[in-house]
């Protein structure tokens, strides 16, 4: 069974802060990875997507992916409360083709105190 | 443009009802999906079609009923659900097979389904 485990939650820091999300896989073929922000009653919304070990960077938010140690990480620089939603890892064993086999964690949710 | 659009937004039925829900992509992506996410869990695949073809069905019941009318549309039909049906329906679409580089996938706004 191909698992994505993530801290739960909620994780709350102050505006302004690095905040920090972290996800490990179970599958060591994974291939590509995936941050999703889905605020309260809306729908999952792609924010990152990464395919090699390393940093890339888009705006505020980095995400940082270890296959060594089947991790991945988002960092969000600047945090502010519209970034408060819970936040998807996802994870798929292909790096092109199909997103059939997406799997997803079971999401953190993220606020930012004013 | 990584829009797809959903129609409902809000839908409630009675479970001796059939409703339809819509979906529709214009980014070319060949692969379409249906997921099902209650409050507070990660969405559940339920279907995926890959070029106009069902590909997966994860063991959805009979009530639930895909089509894929053409590479642009998806409908979920809905007939005879149970109130445990009740739950934010998400259509999703990547590209799809192919040399294309990347497997992501882009959400509908969802359809909010309440079954009485």
């Not at chain 1, 991945?72 to 945090?79: F, G, K, M, Q």
Request: aromatic share 10%; hydrophobic share 30%; glycine share 6%.
């Amino acid at each position: 069974q191909k698992e994505v485990e993530q801290n739960s939650g909620p994780l709350s820091v102050p505006e302004g802060a690095i905040a920090s999300l972290n996800c490990t896989y179970s599958d060591r073929g994974s291939q590509s990875f995936f941050w999703y922000r889905q605020y309260s009653g809306k729908s999952p919304e792609l924010i990152m997507s990464i395919y090699s070990n390393g940093d890339k960077e888009d705006g505020r938010f980095t995400a940082q992916l270890n296959k060594a140690s089947q991790y991945v990480s988002l960092l969000i620089r600047d945090s502010q409360p519209s970034d408060s939603a819970t936040y998807l890892c996802a994870v798929n064993p292909f790096s092109s083709g199909s997103a059939r086999q997406l799997t997803f964690g079971s999401g953190t949710q993220l606020t930012v105190l004013p | 443009d990584t829009e797809v659009t959903q129609t409902p937004k809000h839908l409630v039925m009675g479970m001796t009802n059939k409703k339809s829900l819509k979906c529709e992509q214009h980014m070319g992506h060949r692969a379409m999906y249906w997921y099902k996410q209650k409050a507070k869990k990660p969405p559940e695949l339920m279907f995926v079609y890959s070029y106009e073809k069902l590909s997966i069905n994860e063991s959805v019941p009979s009530r639930f009923s895909p089509e894929c009318p053409n590479s642009s549309l998806l409908n979920l039909h809905l007939h005879a659900l149970q109130p445990e049906d009740s739950a934010l329906y998400l259509c999703a679409s990547s590209q799809g097979r192919g040399r294309s580089r990347n497997t992501e996938a882009f959400f509908g706004q969802g359809t909010r389904l309440t079954v009485v």
